[in-house]
């Protein structure tokens, strides 16, 4: 089963989107810098249970529009409406990895008529000298530019390759490196909104039906349980293992959970 790829309509231009499989609608909203890709492996595996699943590239990620300067992510999250609208879906529930999580978070504040329960993987209650830390850190992606000799090939491979120790899957690594250099000068700006974000104050507005998901590999995993602290009324799903390529490394054993939290 293959995803039909379309366009529509979107705050920054056109938003490239897919679609696989019929029955209850459920969205999947990407990490950054990449694109849908990262949900290549799950989307057959999801659409076979029985899910209508819909993937989109944010704005200025694989083959969307991007903005003309750094959004908010409020302004990210109006990709969920947009699309919803051009799959001719009312509602749907919404599942968002890292990035994803916030911009899922984000939409289900702005937009409540449009999305029934919310799966938060990896999310991001940062403290502020965390929220410090990774600023600094992220500050990298703002000085990526083309040199001569092709040594900001090296630099952004090895950036990625530091960010998750004990990764398992070198093609997932390749794809996501290819695809954070496809997204051009303007790779941060996701992250950027990100950074202004306060995702642990926004999760603790939410009303609809929660799921903290998480695998213990993953680079902020330890951020995942902190949420599950502060959000105790969240269910709470981890499995064992893997990095933030979890949907690359063990395509089947994040599935199966998932599916069993949806179906609950």
Not at 219 to 224: E, G, Q, R, T, V
């Amino acid at each position: 089963m293959k995803p039909v790829r379309a366009y529509t309509d979107g705050k920054f231009g056109q938003i490239h989107y897919a679609t696989c499989g019929t029955g209850a609608p459920l969205v999947l909203c990407h990490q950054s810098p990449t694109n849908m890709c990262q949900f290549d492996k799950v989307v057959p595996l999801l659409a076979a249970q029985g899910f209508q699943v819909i993937t989109a590239d944010m704005p200025g990620y694989g083959m969307s529009d991007g903005p003309e300067q750094v959004p908010t992510m409020e302004e990210y999250s109006h990709i969920i409406p947009s699309v919803l609208d051009a799959v001719g879906v009312a509602k749907a529930d919404v599942l968002g990895h890292h990035t994803g999580a916030i911009l899922a978070t984000d939409a289900a504040m702005q937009f409540p008529e449009r999305i029934g329960r919310l799966v938060l993987n990896g999310p991001l209650p940062l403290t502020e000298e965390e929220r410090a830390f990774f600023k600094a850190h992220l500050a990298a992606e703002k000085e990526w530019q083309p040199i001569e000799d092709g040594s900001h090939l090296v630099t952004q491979w090895a950036f990625r390759m530091a960010a998750q120790p004990g990764w398992t899957d070198l093609d997932a690594i390749h794809k996501h490196v290819v695809q954070g250099m496809a997204a051009g000068p303007n790779v941060w700006y996701a992250h950027d909104a990100v950074m202004a974000y306060d995702h642990g104050l926004a999760m603790q507005k939410l009303s609809l039906p929660c799921l903290i998901y998480s695998n213990t590999g993953d680079s902020i995993h330890h951020l995942a349980e902190r949420a599950k602290e502060q959000n105790p009324g969240f269910d709470y799903l981890q499995i064992e293992g893997g990095t933030f390529d979890i949907l690359d490394e063990q395509p089947e054993n994040w599935v199966a959970p998932l599916v069993g939290w949806l179906r609950k």
